[in-house]
């Protein structure tokens, strides 16, 4: 078996607005989760309600004014409209309001009114009045704009046309519309513009994406994530149930069974969170700033497809199709983390934006699972124990894009060194989790869950360098020989700890490129965490891993060196 792959009802009164100083916009996003509402900063607090630095009401928390007119509360909400527009900024302009939503609750309604230009509603804009029975306005919130220009509203440019521009221009390959593109009116800046507005979802970022486009120009003015990110629940393994356990594959409940449930594999479980999952149109997906999840490999669709319930609860157990899903985005947000935020190591894919796309049902169901360099997508295939079940096959396929990430595209399978780049990363996480000790068989395990069974494949190890030498005994193929590579580098992390060789491994894999062999990578770490200020006991740590335990004859540096760049302990 291998582990690689590599508004509606119009108003009939015009409300203008007075011509009032532009207000600038931010700038257009290009990876932002959200942005700052049109009237969010205001200058002046009062308990009157919330005001504008050009004095206009942005909420009234006490308006003080009861319509004369009997009627609908529509009416009487325009009633107030046409009485307070100075206050509001909205007594002079060329823009019209529509009637855009009405809530009854009982004892008050909330009416909403939209902007409109010729029509075509102006970006943003609400006007939100709430009226009682009696007519007695309660409370009045306000996005309107305060300067619209008169503009021709017939778009210059179709809306297909402007979107292969926002397309090109943001990198989507293979966006789809979230909601229908709509024309607007933009008038959070001057000067005022006719405007093609976009909410776009595509596999080169996370998030459902509203673009605003000049409708003439096809520039983009504004781009911003639009998807809530929450935290969300799951059930797991983690790392796997051999290794939280402490069994043998084998002894009653610990078989794969096709799937199949077990009293002692649900024991196993654990509930953990699912850190910034998006939420949008109803339901919650597992997509977030580090992982995420997509369905492009057989099988597809129905229950192969990632998840996507009504709550944010993911949990369930592995004999339902959905487990996978949030297993994988766990293990992947989780280290991630782990090795951008606190080792302080940027690390993340060359090719897309956001998370680290993975299908956890691929491979027409085979065994076999990969990492292509060329999308930066993980492909987990399920048969025997599924592979996306078990964390070693997990990182050890994260493995590969980190390798290729650190060097832009650079990774290199001389020698196996990337096959062992996947080992040593997840043995690394395998050990953090301290179920296994240096007297456990399994502490030199690969793949504790899907291998080293009596129907699973054998599995790798990691104490290879025992019956192995560099470079002449290596073993056949690169998945033998990437052993010898994690072992070696196992050994400096049990001397220096995780923290430090992962850290070490990431900044010394970044110096080498395509054709480098196990030595060259040898030396780049050592050289690496020299540079980086490690104590000369950490580098003869290294170097004792490297020349002692293993043979690959590295120049370890001197202390001068080490002393040069200081040292951490």
């Known amino acids: 078996m291998t582990r690689s792959s590599i508004s509606r009802f119009p108003l009939a009164l015009a409300i203008s607005f007075a011509l009032m100083p532009a207000y600038a916009m931010q700038a257009p996003l290009a990876g932002d989760s959200g942005r700052l509402a049109f009237n969010a900063v205001t200058s002046l607090d009062t308990p009157e309600g919330r005001f504008a630095a050009d004095g206009r009401a942005v909420v009234l928390y006490q308006p003080a004014f009861r319509a004369r007119q009997a009627g609908s509360v529509e009416a009487m909400a325009r009633e107030f409209l046409v009485a307070r527009a100075a206050r509001l900024g909205i007594d002079s302009s060329p823009a019209r309001l529509q009637t855009a939503f009405q809530r009854d609750d009982g004892a008050f309604s909330v009416v909403r009114f939209t902007q409109t230009l010729n029509d075509v509603p102006v970006y943003g804009s609400d006007i939100a009045v709430t009226v009682r029975k009696d007519g007695e306005i309660l409370f009045v919130s306000s996005e309107a704009r305060p300067r619209i220009d008169a503009i021709a509203t017939t778009p210059a440019r179709s809306v297909d046309a402007v979107r292969q521009d926002v397309e090109r221009t943001l990198g989507m390959t293979s966006a789809q519309d ?6 607007m009116v933009y008038a959070d800046s001057a000067p005022t513009r006719l405007v093609w507005v976009y909410v776009l979802r595509d596999v080169s970022r996370s998030g459902a994406w509203e673009v605003v486009a000049d409708a003439a120009t096809g520039e983009i003015i504004d781009s911003h994530d639009t998807s809530l990110y929450v935290n969300g629940t799951a059930t797991v393994f983690d790392p796997d149930p051999m290794t939280t356990s402490g069994a043998t594959y084998g002894q009653t409940g ?11 594999l649900t024991a196993q479980l654990q509930s953990v969170t699912l850190n910034d999952i998006t939420s949008a149109a109803g339901v919650f997906r597992l997509e977030g700033p580090w992982a995420r999840c997509d369905d492009w490999d057989a099988p597809s669709g129905g229950v192969n497809d ?8 993911f949990s369930t157990t592995r004999n339902d199709q959905k487990f996978e899903g949030p297993h994988v985005y766990h293990l992947i947000d989780k280290q991630m983390r782990y090795l951008n935020l606190t080792l302080g190591v940027t690390v993340v894919p060359n090719t897309v934006a956001g998370g680290v796309r993975f299908d956890p049902h691929g491979f027409n169901g085979d065994d076999n699972s990969s990492f292509t360099p060329s999308s930066d997508r993980l492909t987990f295939g399920e048969g025997g124990v599924d592979d996306a079940e078990d964390a070693d096959v997990v990182l050890h396929e994260l493995g590969h894009g980190l390798h290729d990430w650190v060097t832009n595209g650079g990774l290199s399978q001389t020698q196996g060194l990337s096959e062992g780049v996947g080992d040593y990363f997840a043995s690394s996480y395998n050990r953090s989790t301290g179920h296994w000790t ?3 068989p399994q502490w030199f395990w690969m793949f504790h869950w899907d291998g080293h069974g009596t129907d699973t494949w054998p599995g790798r190890v990691t104490n290879w360098n025992l019956t192995h030498t560099y470079p002449g005994n290596l073993g056949s193929g690169i998945h033998a020989q990437g052993q010898y590579w994690a072992s070696c580098n196992l050994v400096a ?8 060789m992962d850290k070490a ?8 490129s395509a054709s480098s062999n196990q030595k060259d990578a040898a030396q780049a770490i050592i050289t690496a965490a020299a540079t980086m200020g ?7 740590a290294l170097g004792s891993a490297y020349n002692t335990s293993c043979t690959y004859n590295v120049t370890v540096p001197s202390t001068d060196l080490i002393f040069a760049h200081g040292f951490e302990n």
């Open 534 to 540: 490690y104590s000369p006991s950490q580098i003869a």
């Open 306 to 313: 990632c998840p996507t319930p009504a709550t944010s609860d």
């Open 505 to 512: 491994m990431l900044r010394g894999l970044a110096m080498t």
């Open 178 to 183: 979230e909601t229908s593109p709509r024309l």
């Open 254 to 264: 610990y078989t794969d069974s096709n799937d199949a449930d077990s009293a002692q």
């Open 493 to 500: 992390w049990v001397a220096i700890g995780r923290d430090a």
């Open 438 to 440: 240096p007297s456990d």
